[in-house]
Nanobody
Framework: VQLQASGGGLVQAGGSLRLSCAAS????????MGWFRQVPGKEREFVGG????????YYADSVKGRFTISRDNAKNTVALQMNSLKPEDTAVYYC?????????????????WGQGTLVTVSS
């Protein structure tokens, strides 16, 4: 599946952004999806994941209660709603797809990746 992430930008601390990931391919609904982020010099970090049906979602402790993942299988999209943003949320955000239908928190389990979208949170 091919993925295209969008929605990044510059926002003040405490603000919100909504990232979107558009997927191509008729089998999108069978994939678990995840969002990751990365800053220069650091490893890619898990943000959150969602199962194929959207029934199960799970998050990194650092974003729990602030970020929400959702998906629309009819539109082949997955979204990441980010609220109460902090400067430490600044990173390039990636969406990814895995054949594990419940998703995974491990980058190595994801086969397909979007190109990334930059989120910058100013203090």
């Amino acid at each position: 599946v091919q993925l295209q992430a969008s929605g990044g930008g510059l926002v003040q601390a405490g603000g919100s952004l909504r990232l979107s990931c558009a997927a191509s391919g008729r089998t999108f609904s069978s994939y678990g999806m995840g969002w990751f982020r990365q800053v220069p010099g650091k490893e890619r970090e898990f943000v959150g994941g969602i199962s194929w049906s959207g029934e199960f979602t799970y998050y990194a402790d650092s974003v729990k209660g602030r970020f929400t993942i959702s998906r629309d299988n009819a539109k082949n999209t997955v979204a990441l709603q980010m609220n109460s943003l902090k400067p430490e949320d600044t990173a390039v955000y990636y969406c990814a797809a895995t054949t594990n239908s419940n998703g995974s928190s491990l980058p190595r389990n994801y086969r397909d990746w979007g190109q990334g979208t930059l989120v910058t949170v100013s203090s």
